[in-house]
């Protein structure tokens, strides 16, 4: 992609899933790549299988002190910030009726509480520079009713509409997009689903499968690439024309 060359880019969740997969895809595109992971697990697998990366950092989103540590961390690496991908997240299927308060804090806090933490710190010295791109993963949960999903579907819901608003005010040093993926089979969603769940959500996929996590990263390569100059204020769904019909009400209990 075009002027990705030497950005210097943060990816939250960035040590697993579709996180990890970005991290690899900027790295694969020149940048230098700083991870933000609240899994130890998963920070260490990350830099043994991504050597080239800048650091993999301890944080976790919901906690706005650690946030700002890791983000002035990651620019004290790097040296500055160009792009942010505002990935980290945390989904508990469960019915709505038995979602405790607990669990809806837990869920709102690290998918919606946690974007705005990273995006205003990150935004502050990328406003104070002139220029930055911030991509938030929304879902296509949070346009769309899914069951057992209230909480996440809320939390992805507020993720658009931060957007939205976050591109108009950080307009035209900042440009902020984000990606609204489908179904897509990450570690994440292998273990909340049997094969069997699986197969149902395939067969009302018109693509006829889940979404790879490095396809979603591609998206982001171009959204926070030059070729992408002009975009902002946008949600970019990919989900395999899923929801282009309706097909997502069309649910199979498993």
């Known amino acids: 992609m075009r002027g990705l060359q030497g950005k210097k880019v943060l990816v939250t969740g960035g040590a697993s899933g579709i996180g990890r997969a970005t991290a690899a895809r900027f790295l694969e595109e020149g940048c230098a790549v700083c991870v933000l992971?609240?899994?130890?697990?998963?920070?260490?697998?990350?830099?043994?299988?991504?050597?080239?990366?800048?650091?993999?950092?301890?944080?976790?989103?919901?906690?706005?002190?650690?946030?700002?540590?890791?983000?002035?961390?990651?620019?004290?690496?790097?040296?500055?910030?160009?792009?942010?991908?505002?990935?980290?997240?945390?989904?508990?299927?469960?019915?709505?009726?038995?979602?405790?308060?607990?669990?809806?804090?837990?869920?709102?806090?690290?998918?919606?509480?946690?974007?705005?933490?990273?995006?205003?710190?990150?935004?502050?010295?990328?406003?104070?520079?002139?220029?930055?791109?911030?991509?938030?993963?929304?879902?296509?949960?949070?346009s769309t009713g899914y069951p057992h999903y209230a909480d996440y579907s809320a939390s992805k819901g507020g993720v658009i509409a931060l957007t939205l608003a976050m591109a108009l005010e950080l307009a035209p040093s900042v440009r902020v997009n984000a990606i609204s993926p489908g179904y897509v089979l990450t570690p994440m969603q292998r273990a909340e689903y049997t094969d069997a769940m699986l197969d149902a959500v395939n067969r009302k996929i018109p693509l006829g499968r889940h979404a790879k996590p490095e396809e979603i990263a591609a998206l982001f390569a171009f959204l926070a690439s030059e070729d992408a100059a002009f975009a902002t204020g946008q949600v970019y769904v990919m989900d395999g024309a899923e929801t282009t019909g309706g097909l997502c009400s069309q649910w199979t209990h498993a």
């Open 37 to 142: 992971d609240r899994s130890a697990e998963a920070r260490e697998r990350a830099t043994g299988e991504l050597p080239a990366l800048t650091a993999a950092i301890d944080a976790d989103v919901s906690n706005r002190e650690q946030v700002q540590a890791a983000i002035d961390e990651a620019i004290e690496r790097m040296g500055s910030l160009d792009v942010v991908i505002n990935n980290a997240g945390i989904s508990i299927r469960h019915d709505f009726l038995d979602i405790t308060p607990e669990e809806w804090d837990e869920v709102l806090g690290a998918n919606l509480t946690g974007v705005f933490h990273v995006a205003q710190t990150a935004a502050r010295h990328m406003v104070e520079r002139g220029s930055g791109v911030i991509l938030n993963t929304a879902s296509t949960a949070g």
